[in-house]
């Protein structure tokens, strides 16, 4: 059996309380716009795919291994900012400044995972928090807001990681923590 499987930096609850808050006062409230929810809110450090269920315990060795050669990693806001597929845009995402530490902690996890037969990434690593998934025009309305609104310089530390379950449903995905690791 496989699961659909990623690897997270996870935010505490009051840094995804303060983006949401940001989020509604930039945007406001509108039911036909599908935000991804605060309990969606991650930075994914490596997507794996699907994975046999017999693999986890290699992925959670691994992610042990590493976590205790990393300390918390200290960031905060930069700005937002739009994925494109083709011209057109697909994902309004939050980015963040941050140290050298969180590209090494990326790199180490793809190198050490590429050991047990998982694909390299071959993208840079950009971290940045998906805040919506754009389906059609009216999921532009307001887009604009974003890219125009200076963030206010909000300091947070990532101390932990995830090694999470997506299932994919016609209402969208859900996530479940498989387990965490908190860094050293």
Known sequence: MTNRLFISADLDEEIKNIIIKIRDEIYGFDRNIKWETKDKLHFTLKFLGEVEQNKNHFIISELEKVTKNYKTINCSFASFGLFKKGVNPSILWLGINYNNDFNNLAKTINNNLFNYGFPKESRTFKPHLTLLRIKGKEDLKGINDFLDYKLPE?????????????????SGSVYSQIKSFKLN
């Open 154 to 170: 909000i300091k947070f530390n990532i101390n932990k990681l995830s090694l999470m379950k997506s299932e994919l449903h016609r």
